[in-house]
T-cell receptor, first 108, second 113 residues
């Protein structure tokens, strides 16, 4: 099955710093999503980005499908950005296959 | 509106109890999913329903019984659970399976005592 690897596993930032999270996947995919899981467990959709580049405020994402990776950029980080960021791709049966996540801590 | 609702938010049950988790969406989606998430792990698929029919059952023990009474509702019936079944149970939906964005509910945090 498809393997999804995320890096780094942990990231500590000072408020205002920028960061880049990476997601590598082992096979071609039709669907790639980025999520932010808040401390209460809610998975918040950030981007649906099978290919190309999208931006939403301080966040942007790029997926290079031919090279099997996606990047999530967070600029001017805030304490509310803390949490776990997951990358997920769709498997052959329609289920999302998640990476292990990047735990982000933003310090004031 | 991209809202998926789940009830209850928290559930504590004994190993001999029977309880049900409920999930609802009104986005007209025809695919609905149950995922299980243990602490410090990513979500893992349990079941997929496509057009109200069970499409995937990822070798889940029979003490978990899913039900899709209509296109907007998804239930997960629980019976004779074990303490290791304590986890966050997440419901999701998408327009159809395979190629569309999935949206998640807030989850039910289950504790089995």
């Amino acid at each position: 099955g498809i393997q999804v690897e995320q890096s780094p596993p942990d990231l500590i930032l000072q408020e205002g710093a920028n960061s880049t999270l990476r997601c590598n996947f082992s096979d071609s995919v039709n669907n790639l999503q980025w999520f932010h899981q808040n401390p209460w467990g809610q998975l918040i959709n950030l981007f649906y980005i099978p290919s190309g580049t999208k931006q939403n405020g301080r966040l942007s994402a790029t997926t290079v499908a031919t090279e099997r990776y996606s990047l999530l950029y967070i600029s001017s980080s805030q304490t509310t950005d803390s949490g776990v960021y997951f990358c997920a791709v769709v498997g052959s049966q329609g289920n999302l296959i998640f990476g292990k996540g990047t735990k982000l801590s933003v310090k004031p | 509106d991209t809202e998926v609702t789940q009830t209850p938010k928290h559930l504590v049950m004994g190993m001999t109890n029977k309880k049900s988790l409920k999930c609802e969406q009104h986005m007209g989606h025809r695919a609905m999913y149950w995922y299980k998430q243990k602490a410090k792990k990513p979500p893992e698929l349990m079941f997929v329903y496509s057009y109200e029919k069970l499409s995937i059952n990822e070798s889940v023990p029979s003490r978990f019984s899913p039900e899709c009474p209509n296109s907007s509702l998804l239930n997960l019936h629980l019976h004779a659970l074990q303490p290791e079944d304590s986890a966050l149970y997440l419901c999701a939906s998408s327009q159809v399976i395979l190629t569309h964005e999935q949206y998640f509910g807030p989850g039910t945090r289950l504790t089995v005592t």
